[in-house]
């Protein structure tokens, strides 16, 4: 019913920058809130930055102030902006969004598939 395309993940040295997409697509009515989680090895998946249409946005602090998250809603898309990356920043980036698929029903989450972000030193 939904699908979400990630692109823009890979290898970047430390200090660089990076660009994550995420197209939303299927029966979608409308997003409540978009957001990029990231799971590096043997760690649990984290949330890295959200944007929600009731409170805005948050990220975490790990990021806060390298990273830029936006949106389109004409395309239904989400960005990241990547800045100043480190070798921490290693992981699988996730998209995620919390979508109506009616008016009537209770909104669901879906996932990406998952970008590898990999930040050599």
């Known amino acids: 019913q939904v699908q979400l395309v990630e692109s823009g993940g890979g290898l970047v040295q430390a200090g660089g920058s990076l660009r994550l997409s995420c197209a939303a697509s299927?029966?979608?009515?409308?997003?409540?809130?978009m957001a990029w989680y990231r799971q590096a090895p043997g760690k649990q998946r984290e949330l890295v930055a959200i944007?929600?249409?009731?409170?805005?946005?948050n990220y975490a602090d790990s990021v806060k102030g390298r990273f830029t998250i936006s949106r389109d809603n004409a395309k239904n898309t989400v960005y990241l902006q990547m800045n100043s990356l480190k070798p921490e920043d290693t992981a699988v980036y996730y998209c995620?969004?919390?979508?109506?698929?009616?008016?009537?029903?209770?909104?669901?989450?879906?996932w990406g598939q998952g970008t590898q972000v990999t930040v050599s030193s």
């Open positions: 299927g029966s979608i009515f409308s997003i409540n809130a």
């Open positions: 995620n969004i919390i979508a109506f698929l009616s008016p009537v029903v209770a909104p669901s989450r879906f």
């Open positions: 944007i929600t249409n009731e409170v805005g946005i």
